[in-house]
């Protein structure tokens, strides 16, 4: 059964200056578990609005979004923060906490969950090693480069076993180089954790390469969805 689901999913914003915007627009969605599923778009075509509705950081104005067998759309805030827990979320602007160095904003979350300092120290430096910075266990996140931020920022939000992971890659805070690097260690996440991932991405060589299913989104619907290899095949 999908692991993410999302059936006729609409989303409007009402603002101020510009009217009622219809950020998504009929959404109909799977993602298998297990799968790298990469979300592809021209800018403002509601690629973020659909990722932050899996997490529930938005919430729908019709339709389902069903996460895990749940449907999020019938939850109150307490059982979203439950779900919340079984997803981890990397930001394009890493989000890391500046006091703290590359160790405190692993454990971070660890902590929070109630874990013991000797569990902390092990599960840290696990995921550290894993995404290849356990060198700059003790740097501070301004003395890293933009690649490493964001290897810390995927370490953190894998910290609890969480089944799916969110990635938000779309704007260039990272050169296009970085951003494969990134991609490629999402790839691992999947297939050596087994974690499922849902990526938005503009690049899209990378794409062909880590992905197994992709859907095109233009002005909040999907125009096309499928294989990767169908999707992007020649024709
Ligand atoms: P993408 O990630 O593909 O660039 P977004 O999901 O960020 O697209 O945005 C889709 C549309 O919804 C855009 O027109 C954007 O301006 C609008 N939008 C997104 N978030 C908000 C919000 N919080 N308030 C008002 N409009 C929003
Ligand atoms: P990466 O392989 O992650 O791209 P770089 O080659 O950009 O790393 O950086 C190499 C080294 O320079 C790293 O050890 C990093 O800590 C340091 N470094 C990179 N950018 C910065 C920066 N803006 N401030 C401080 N140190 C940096």
């Given at each position: 059964?999908?692991l ?15 009217g009622t ?46 996460v ?14 439950e ?11 890493f ?10 904003n692993?454990a ?26 356990l060198?700059r266990a ?19 939000a894998?910290?609890?076993n ?74």
């Amino acid at each position: 059964r999908p692991l993410i689901e999302l059936r006729n999913v609409t989303k409007a914003f009402h603002t101020a200056g510009r009217g009622t915007i219809t950020a998504l627009d009929g959404i109909d969605l799977t993602v298998d578990a297990g799968d790298v599923f990469a979300i592809i778009g021209y800018s403002g075509a509601g690629k973020s609005t659909l990722v932050r509705l899996v997490n529930a950081l938005e919430h729908v104005t019709s339709g389902q979004v069903i996460v895990d067998g749940t449907d999020l759309t019938t939850l109150g805030e307490r059982r979203l923060r439950e779900v919340r827990r079984g997803i981890g979320m990397i930001f394009q602007q890493f989000n890391l906490l500046r006091s703290r160095t590359v160790f405190g904003n692993v454990a971070y979350p660890l902590k929070i969950a109630g874990w013991s300092k000797p569990e902390i120290e092990k599960r840290v430096a696990e995921l550290l090693k894993f995404v290849g910075i356990l060198d700059r266990a003790w740097h501070y996140p301004d003395q890293l480069s933009g690649g490493q931020k964001q290897r810390v920022g995927i370490a953190r939000a894998l910290a609890t076993n969480p089944k799916i992971l969110l990635a938000d890659e779309s704007t260039s805070a990272l050169d296009p180089e970085t951003t494969a690097d990134v991609l490629r260690l999402l790839k691992r996440v999947n297939t050596e954790l087994g974690v499922t991932i849902m990526v938005i991405t503009h690049e899209m060589e990378v794409v062909r390469e880590i992905a197994d299913r992709v859907a095109v989104l233009d002005s909040g619907r999907i125009i096309e969805q499928g294989d990767v290899l169908d999707v992007f095949a020649d024709p």
